[in-house]
């Protein structure tokens, strides 16, 4: 499941980073993926909306596996 993750974290990532962010991936286990969100977006006020709404909702689109993505 990690290997599917990191590819929609992979289409996921331009998006990211045209706004000076980017996310690294700390673990898959149980369903559940803990990230790491960096740059620009570690610090952002919205990085919370950007996780959950966003990254967490593609996420459970692509890989219905996935029950929540979490920040670290």
């Known amino acids: 499941m990690e290997e599917k993750v990191i590819k929609v ?3 996921i990532r331009p998006r990211l980073q045209a706004d ?7 673990e898959v286990k ?8 960096t740059g620009a977006c570690g610090a952002c ?6 996780l959950k ?10 890989i219905p596996e996935i029950k929540e993505v979490v920040a670290i």
Do not use: F, R
Not at 20 to 26: A, N, Q, R, T, Y
């Open 9 to 11: 974290l992979d289409k």
């Open 20 to 26: 000076g962010g980017d996310v690294e991936l700390i």
């Open 30 to 37: 149980d369903g559940i993926v803990k990230l790491k969100l």
């Open 45 to 50: 006020p919205m990085s919370q909306l950007t």
């Open 53 to 62: 709404m966003g990254i967490e909702n593609i996420l459970k689109k692509e």
